[in-house]
Every structure is written in C-alpha cells, then in structure tokens.
DNA sequence: CTGCGTCTGTTCAGTATTGAACATGCATTT
DNA sequence: AAATGCATGTTCAATACTGAACAGACGCAG
C-alpha cells in the first residue's frame, strides 16, 4: 500500500546541513521566474539548496512533450541527477518564481560527504528518492486520473501548507497546467476533477488552495 | 529526449563484484517458481545477487492492484529498497522461474562498500536507478500505450536478447500478462498491441518474441 | 494421449480520455 | 478604465481504453 508523498519530496535534514559547511563553498545564484537553472543536455555538474522560491523539475522529448517530476522548495536539495556521473543533465530544473539557490559541484559535494562520513545518510535519500519514484509509478499504473490528481494535492498540501482547522492552507499556487504535467493528463480534465473537488468539499478556494485532508484521504480509500 | 531502458535495466559490475569479495558470507538460496524472495511489508534488510533465474520486483495495494516495476536477470542485483534504513519493504519480489540468489544483509554489504571505498560507485548506480525511473514516470506521462509496449519490448530484447541478423531474439518469455501490468493496460490490450507489431514487422514469432531493433526504434521516432 | 491449467486470441458494450476550440475571469500595465 | 495577457471554465466529437466474457492453443503431468 503506497502512501509517499508523490513528488513533493522533502529533503532530509543532514543534506540541508551540508550546505552549512564552511568547507564548502557554495555559490550563490537568484534565478528570474521562468527561468532554468539547468536544462536537458547542460553539462552541469552541483548540487542545488533552495533558499527562497520554487523550483520544478521536468523532462521533455524532441517533440515538445513534458512531464513535471517533482517540485522543491525553500530548503530542499535538488540535481541529485549529476551523481551518475554523466556529466550531462537529463532533466530541466525551472524556477517557477523568483528563486535564490545555493550551488556546490558535486566534487566539493562528495568532498565533503567524505569528510563527514556521512555516505550512509546519502545513499538513504538516494534509496528514499528511489522509492518515491517508484510509488508515483505504481499511482500511474494503477489509479485514474482524478485519484492520481487527490493525491498529488494531498501531497503539496502536506509539504506546503500550513495547518488551518481540518484543512491544509497552501500559500504557493500550482497552476492546472503544472497539474496535468504531474497527473499526466489534460488541462481541461484538471479544471473538472478540480470543480469536482471542491463541490465534495475535497478542496476550497480558487485563488490559494485549502485541501481537507481527511476528506481527500477518506476519497483516496475507497476502493 | 529520454532513452533509457525502461525496467530492464543493467546492474554495473561493481556492484556484481562486491558479492564475490571473501569478506563477504552471502547465503545462497534457491527460490522455486512463483515463490518470493521478500514481500511488502516484510523485515528483510539485505541485497541480492542473482546467479540464476529471473525475478520480478512489483508493488502492490490492499486492493490487489499490482504494478511490475522491473525485471532482474542472471547478474543483476536488486534489493536496494533496503538501503532507506527502514528495515520494512515497500515491494515485493517474486521468482518468475527457478532461482538462485546469493543474500548480503544491508550492513555487510556497506560495511564492504566501506572496506573498499566504492561509496561513490553505489551513489552512481543509485542516481542511475533513480534517473530510469524518472524516465518510465515520463514515458507514462507522456506516451500511449502501444508506444510504452514498443519501448518495453526493446528495452527487454536489448537486455536479454541474442543478436540475430536484425532481430534480438529472447529466450525467455514475458506474459502479455506481465507486460500489461508494466505498461500499464489491459491484457487484451497488449495482445491487439503484439498482433500489430507483428504485422508491421517490429517483432516476429510467438514462442520466443524476436525483435527487429531498427523498426522499433523506428516506430518510436514517428511522432 | 488425455485432461487440466495457463496463456493467448477475440469481441464488444460501456466508459474515460483526448485535443481542439471558444468563453470567461482576473490581475497587471498603461 | 481600457487593454493585455494568462489562467481557468466549458463544450464536444473523435478516439482510446476498460472489463468481462468466451474460444482456442499449447505444454505438462498423469
């Protein structure tokens, strides 16, 4: 039974730690909204901390077509891609706001891992981010799109929001075309499920989303 | 444009190493078809090497609703789930025929890792791991299910499959079954899918599925 | 060589989903 | 306050997909 927070991830904190360190050096860059940080096929070789602001990571196809894998936030680690050792990134990372990010090479990176002999504490968030993964898989496989969509708001919610009677208050808006890039159907489809939401009481609010947990959790149960 | 071999994928041969090493007790066990190795929910905390046999890892709900997320061969290791540290697994990994599997628990296996300073080899075969995931999570996103079928079918043939001419024949057989629950359709489905391969020549025979590398990838292209 | 079980082939009515088009609402700029 | 731009709302015909049911083929154990 997959419960995981289906890419909205949370960073554990020993990483967020690392990019205290004085022995690091980390650069810091403000990126513009809209703007990427590093896209398909960069030789961009670092780790990201976010800050402040957001930050969505995406792949694409020649033929225009995307998919949104996960979106961070202030205090989350990101490009963990450039551990393969590639060298090349095989995904795009977006700022969806004006965002200010922390960056160190994956050299002082593992520099410092070394040092502190925290490799254990890596190799569990790499096997976390695995399993995450793998559950978004199963929800693809085996739930519909509207299941798919309750779940993924029950996940922001959970990582974004702030507690609010039963509800969970979400500052940051998601527009329903980044929905449909997640859920992995149409804009048009999300406008509905949304409405849907709302009149079961699921979900409140237009402009920021307020999400009943118990409600959308109680929807995600029933067979 | 992601090309990774979707749920086929390669163990590097470090990893393969490492059950060899004399520091190293791994059990050997012989697991009968059908039979699983470890189970949702179980307390096993230890990787697998496979000598012999297949292995299917799926992920599963309370309502029976199953996923196949990948298939491991002769040489493959698998297991890694165990490397969160939460001592429980989350999928369960099932013998598809006969098979032998030597065990390493979780912490000889580290401690080896350690003896012999290869962390940054787990971190890239982990960050590879996540980054084929990644992929199938787009290619469900992004692809209809014919388009999956081919892709699976060319990932399998290019792992298991013997060159021949054009074609990569397989020797082991895959269940329309088995496909469905990767590809995310129906059984039926598939076999419509397999029937028009077949006729437009991207694959050929029905015992042992051979593979027309050039044509599928062909096929693939085509927006 | 017979029966059994499992996998593949086939059909189909019912449903869900797509994709494209157009309408409306709501901020921000001028 | 009008104009602009972007996000949401709405519709619909065409298509993809599901789920269930049944038939046939094949391999295997007795």
Chains 1, 2 share one sequence.
Do not use: W
């Amino acid at each position: 039974m997959p419960t995981s927070d289906t890419r909205a991830e949370a960073t554990s904190p020993f990483l967020r730690e690392l990019f205290d360190r004085d022995s690091l050096s980390p650069v810091r860059v403000r990126v513009e909204a809209q703007r990427s940080i590093y896209a398909t096929g960069d030789e961009d070789d670092a780790l990201y901390l976010i800050e402040s602001g957001q930050v969505k990571l995406l792949m694409s196809s020649a033929a225009g077509q995307e998919c949104l894998v996960a979106i961070y936030t202030a205090g989350d680690v990101f490009g963990e891609s450039c551990l393969q050792g590639t060298g090349k990134r095989n995904e795009t990372a977006s700022a969806m706001q004006a965002t200010v990010v922390r960056r160190v090479s994956r050299r002082e990176f593992l520099a410092e891992v070394y040092r502190s002999n925290a490799y254990e504490s890596l190799i569990r968030h790499l096997a976390a981010r695995l399993a995450e993964r793998q559950t978004a898989i199963f929800d693809l496989v085996t739930m519909d799109a509207e299941r798919r969509l309750a779940k993924v708001l029950l996940a922001f919610a959970e990582k974004l929001g702030a507690p609010d009677g039963p509800y969970l208050r979400m500052q940051e808006r998601i527009s329903h075309e980044d929905l449909s890039q997640i859920v992995g159907t149409t804009r048009p489809r999300i406008t509905k499920f949304m409405q849907g939401f709302r009149k079961a009481g699921l979900i409140q609010g237009k402009r920021a989303i307020v999400v009943d947990r118990e409600k959308v959790r109680e929807f995600l149960e029933q067979e």
